[in-house]
């Protein structure tokens, strides 16, 4: 028995279902290919937006950063223009841009070192006694000022004082005197030599150290500061 030959109209019924399967095959795997790429731009498009949100973070940042950095500097003079007299003043200036919490300071003179300015200048020179020595002479005669004719001294604490920005902040600061002309002369020759350690930070808590030399370094706090 012969086996019966497709006929011309079978033939294309099946063709037409093996195209309609290739093209169901073909449109699930392009449908497949464009949710991939929607995907993809889509996830692109979220990563420019963050990125350009991360910039803009970035450069706030940045711009606040540089509207409160303070930059302290200690300086010396020993003459006041203004007065057109001999005075000697220590004083530290905040030359940033932003207030300054002064931490820390401390002061070294011939290896030894000093949380204060005042302290050394007594170690060295004895500022107390001429202290009493001044007060004496003035409590003998209210009459004349003492303290203003003979050449009194100024002296401030300066830890944890907030310096603003373009402001300063006087150390130390003696007129000299017929009364006080050795000790002036002492003192003014040997505070150049004076090494100068300072801790501050800025009111985004950002700390520096800083030397006489003006050098500035980031330190995570001002607990280890040393001179």
């Not at 300086?75 to 905040?94: F, I, P, Q």
């Not at 009459?143 to 203003?148: E, G």
Request: proline residues 2%; hydrophobic residues 35%; glycine residues 2%.
């Amino acid at each position: 028995m012969s086996k019966e030959q497709p006929t011309e109209q079978g033939k294309r019924t099946k063709s037409s279902q093996i195209k309609l399967r290739l093209s169901r095959s073909k449109m699930n795997s392009i449908l497949a290919l464009c949710a991939i790429l929607i995907s993809a731009a889509s996830f692109y498009a979220t990563y420019m937006q963050a990125k350009a949100a991360q910039e803009q973070v970035t450069a706030a940042e940045r711009q606040l950063y540089a509207e409160t950095w303070p930059w302290l500097q200690v300086s010396y003079s020993d003459y006041d223009l203004e007065a057109d007299r001999a005075r000697m003043t220590v004083k530290v200036t905040n030359s940033g841009t932003g207030p300054a919490l002064i931490k820390a300071m401390q002061f070294e003179y011939q290896g030894t070192a000093y949380d204060n300015l005042k302290a050394l200048l007594n170690d060295c020179c004895s500022l107390d006694a001429y202290k009493t020595a001044l007060a004496e002479v003035q409590a003998d005669n209210d009459d004349i000022n003492y303290m203003k004719q003979f050449g009194w001294y100024v002296t401030s604490n300066p830890n944890n004082a907030l310096l603003a920005d373009g402001s300063d902040l006087v150390l130390f600061s003696m007129t000299r005197s017929n009364f006080n002309s050795n000790l002036w002369e002492k003192i003014s020759e040997m505070v150049p030599d004076i090494e100068v350690n300072t801790c501050y930070c800025s009111l985004l808590k950002q700390c520096y150290t800083v030397n006489k030399a003006s050098d500035v370094k980031k330190v995570a706090n001002c607990s280890n500061l040393k001179s």
